[in-house]
């Protein structure tokens, strides 16, 4: 895996990791609890940005009705739903569907770095893309945040900035970006403390990529 390519505000992007489910409500709408910021709700709607939304306010048609520690009661198109910070994934309506897009436009921040969010096994994550990484990487608390079984796969030794450490090679059963998703990729987990999950080239050779400006575009190869 590379040396981290940048910086972030770690406190929002851990707040973004701390992601509960996304929840398909009846009109395909995603929302993602992220996290709690005093008692507004942080809430990802279909993959956008975090918006902090108090009780009695609307974001984009979903209404926060009460907020109460890890748990945000949520009311979209007349139904009420409660998400929990860290919950396996709730639906109302239909059930997550599989993505059967086939390209994913990306966007670099203001560094030139590109983040995104996604879902790994179903379960929400923030991704940034890392071209010189061999693998997805992900760290030991985000593996354990969304369930990854990760002391059964093989134990590696992963090259770092700061030296070796001890990690565990396993397959992901499914990462997805926007509405593209692919199905057994390789990862590797490190204790080495990340806000984000380095999206690497187990991932990124599935894909033909093309850069152009400030926009990396992802057709889809198989």
């Not at 760290?139 to 002391?151: E, M, P, T, W």
């Not at 030794?157 to 565990?168: E, I, L, R």
């Given at each position: 895996?590379?040396?981290?390519?940048?910086?972030?505000?770690?406190?929002?992007?851990?707040?973004?990791?701390?992601?509960a489910?996304?929840?398909?409500?009846?009109?395909?709408?995603?929302?993602?609890?992220?996290?709690?910021?005093?008692?507004?709700?942080?809430?990802?709607v279909?993959?956008?940005?975090?918006?902090?939304?108090?009780?009695?306010?609307?974001?984009?048609?979903?209404?926060?009705?009460?907020?109460?520690?890890?748990?945000?009661?949520?009311?979209?198109?007349?139904?009420?739903?409660?998400?929990?910070?860290?919950?396996?994934?709730?639906?109302?309506?239909?059930?997550?569907?599989?993505?059967?897009?086939?390209?994913?436009?990306?966007?670099?921040d203001?560094?030139?770095?590109f983040?995104?969010?996604?879902?790994?096994?179903?379960?929400?994550?923030?991704?940034?893309?890392d071209?010189?990484?061999?693998?997805?990487?992900?760290?030991?608390?985000?593996?354990?945040?969304?369930?990854?079984?990760?002391?059964q796969?093989?134990a590696?030794?992963?090259?770092?900035?700061?030296?070796?450490?001890?990690?565990?090679?396993?397959?992901?059963?499914?990462?997805r970006?926007?509405?593209?998703?692919?199905?057994?990729?390789?990862?590797?987990i490190?204790?080495?403390?990340?806000?984000?999950?380095?999206l690497?080239?187990?991932?990124?050779?599935?894909?033909?990529?093309?850069?152009?400006n400030?926009?990396?575009?992802?057709?889809?190869?198989?």
């Amino acid at each position: 895996m590379s040396a981290l390519a940048c910086r972030r505000n770690l406190g929002v992007a851990m707040a973004m990791l701390a992601g509960a489910a996304f929840s398909p409500m009846a009109q395909g709408q995603a929302v993602t609890l992220a996290g709690m910021l005093g008692g507004k709700a942080l809430l990802v709607v279909d993959g956008g940005e975090p918006k902090s939304v108090a009780p009695g306010e609307t974001f984009q048609g979903v209404r926060v009705l009460s907020t109460q520690g890890e748990v945000a009661v949520l009311e979209v198109a007349g139904r009420r739903q409660t998400l929990r910070v860290g919950e396996s994934p709730v639906s109302v309506g239909q059930p997550i569907v599989q993505g059967k897009g086939s390209r994913i436009v990306l966007s670099a921040d203001s560094q030139g770095h590109f983040f995104t969010q996604g879902l790994v096994n179903s379960r929400p994550v923030q991704f940034m893309v890392d071209t010189g990484a061999t693998t997805i990487g992900m760290s030991v608390s985000d593996a354990d945040r969304i369930g990854l079984q990760y002391k059964q796969g093989q134990a590696v030794q992963v090259s770092t900035a700061n030296g070796v450490v001890p990690g565990w090679k396993i397959r992901l059963s499914s990462v997805r970006l926007s509405d593209v998703e692919v199905r057994d990729i390789e990862a590797v987990i490190t204790p080495i403390s990340m806000p984000f999950v380095l999206l690497g080239n187990s991932y990124l050779t599935r894909f033909q990529m093309t850069r152009n400006n400030e926009q990396m575009v992802l057709e889809k190869r198989y």
